[in-house]
């Protein structure tokens, strides 16, 4: 069967079928990093995770790139605004670079503690200037771009299907166009994509080009670093859906119209928003929470994982404490059975039918759009299913764990307290002797002789264990 996907361009699921067999080429948009990511940016990384550990159980090999966005990126997604990275230095008095080295830093630490696989290639925009300056000179080539105001702007009349990730009305957006608009632009969806002079001054990082010294625009930079990464034409393309109607639309209709391929990227998955109580959770609101937050407050970062699993990634989530406790409380669960698995014995090599209709209902829905919801219903089947042994459990939880990424491979088994005195400990161990020679009267006697020491034998999946009566 193959992996299906939801493709935001044609609005579908659709079977996923790569462009080199065996291989899939994957563009995730990384963090700005003038901040902690919130808990809502990282429910973004862990469903681009998911997808790439879905991909790579399915078979394929997966090159996953993923940028860190230091510059570039303002306070609006119509050129409207500040550079938030300056904005930051301002505010805080550090350096720009300062603070892209501390929120990349707290950033990784992040994808750590949630145990995300680090993308194949992470790359920051501040090391491929020069891959934009080209790419912006291919375009200025090929007669879609234009000067205006000391910026180059993309021209996005020079394109006939500009819009067609979002969907948009062109005719509608230019009759409606109530946001203050950049005078410079010939068409207020023109974007930019290199500011020379800018209206924000005191712009730290700036660089050489043909046009001036300046700075690249936001969406130029995924389109370079993508294309320099991964070729012209590559398979997926992902982000948070707020990336839709301008940012990819945006790299959509430069890339495009730089080399030429249509469909540049043949499958974008978009994930849904985390909300709050007030909406979309978002750094500009102020009121944000972040994964030390939680950690601070006792949580293990895993307990958001698995909160974030509980939901489908194409759905909203509301985030709240009584949801993170309830996810706490079952990944504890799930831990604590696991536990118990591994006290009674090894992973087996082989498992039989029962064992293997729960892996089965397991990946079909992971690989059916990612539904994880169901994949977890399916994985409490067999933790719960008295019929299948805990050594298959074993085996069956950790290739789901190749997905859900617990760490069940690291729990240690669950330590049996040992109760009783040596005396009937030693009658315990005559008596398991005897019930394994199936001596069972010696067995029962045995029973009896440690009853008469004051303890009862009771047989458990992790062997004989004695309680006092
Ligand atoms: P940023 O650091 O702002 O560039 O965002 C990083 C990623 O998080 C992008 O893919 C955004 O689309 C995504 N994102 C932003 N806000 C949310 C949210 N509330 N829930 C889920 N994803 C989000
Ligand atoms: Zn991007």
Redesign the pocket.
Known sequence: MPVKLFNTMSRRLEDFKEINPGEVRMYC????VYNY??I??L???IFEDILHRTLEHAGYNVLHVMNI?DVG?LTGDGDDGEDKMSKRAKETGRSVWDIAKFYTDAFFTDEKNLNIVRPNIVCKATDHVQDMIKLIQQLEANGHTYISGGNVYFSIDTIDDYGKLAKLNLHELKEGARIEVDENKRNPKDFVLWFTKSKFDGQAMTWDSPWGVGYPGWHIECSAMSSKYLGDHFDIHC?????IPVHHTNEIAQSEAACGHKPWVNYWCH?????NDKG????SSGEFLTLPVLIEKGYNPLDYRYFCLTGHYRSQLKFSYEALDQARTAREGLFSKVAEFKAAGEASESVGEKAKSYRDKFFNAMENDLKAPQALAAMWGIVRDNQVPSTEKLTVLYEMDEILGLELDKIEPKKIEIVGTPEALELAKKRAEAKKAKDFALADQLRDEILSLGFVVKDTPQGPVLEKV
């Open positions: 948009c990384g963090p700005t990511a919130h809502g940016n429910r973004t990384f966005t990126h982000g948070g859906i707020d990336a994930g849904e928003f985390l909300l979309k959770m978002s750094k």
